[in-house]
C-alpha cells in the first residue's frame, strides 16, 4: 500500500480555505494564517486539529462561543480507498460528527499534502449552504 505510506506521518497546516457551492465565493474561515496539524499513523489512527489565527483565551461566554468556531478537530480511525481517506469519527469538537464517516479526497506532491472534503454544510458556517474545505499540508517528519 504505498498512497498509505506516503501518507503515514505528521502534516501542518499551510492554507485552509472554502469554496461556497452556490456563488463560487472563497473565503478564509479560520484567518489567513491558521495552525493545525494531521496525525495519520500506520495503524489506521487520524487526529486532526485546526485553530483560527489570533485565538486569545476566553474572558466572557461570547468569547468561548468564538473559540468555538475557530476550531475544526476530530479524531478516529479511517481506511484508504483510491484517493480518498475515509474518517470514522470516535471524537469530535461538534458532537453531530461522532459516529459519522469524514471523506477526504487528497493528493501528495513532494512534501504536500492537498486535500479536499466533499461538499457538505460544515457546523462551523452552515449559513453558508453546501461548501467543501481546501487544505494544504506540509510534512513534518
Known amino acids: 500500500m504505498e ?4 501518507l503515514v506521518g505528521i502534516w501542518k497546516l499551510f492554507s485552509y480555505e472554502v469554496e461556497v457551492q452556490a456563488t463560487g465565493e472563497f473565503f478564509y474561515p479560520l484567518g489567513e ?4 496539524f494531521i496525525c495519520i499513523t500506520e495503524n489506521n489512527h487520524v487526529m486532526v486539529t485546526l485553530t483560527g489565527e489570533g485565538r486569545k483565551p476566553a474572558s466572557s461566554s461570547e468569547d468561548s462561543v468564538e473559540l468555538l468556531n475557530s476550531l475544526v478537530s476530530y479524531a478516529g480511525t479511517y481506511r484508504i480507498e483510491g484517493n480518498e481517506w ?5 471524537v ?4 453531530d460528527w461522532v459516529n459519522t464517516e469524514q ?6 506532491k513532494d512534501n504536500r499534502l492537498r486535500v479536499l472534503t466533499t461538499w457538505r454544510v460544515m457546523p462551523n ?3 453558508k449552504g453546501l461548501q467543501r474545505s481546501i487544505l494544504t499540508f506540509v510534512k513534518t517528519d
Open 103 to 108: 471523506r477526504r479526497q487528497f493528493e501528495i
Open 3 to 6: 498512497i498509505k505510506k506516503s
Open 125 to 127: 458556517w452552515a449559513d
Open 33 to 36: 494564517n491558521p495552525t493545525g
Open 92 to 95: 469530535a469538537w461538534k458532537p
Open 86 to 90: 475515509i474518517t470514522s469519527v470516535q
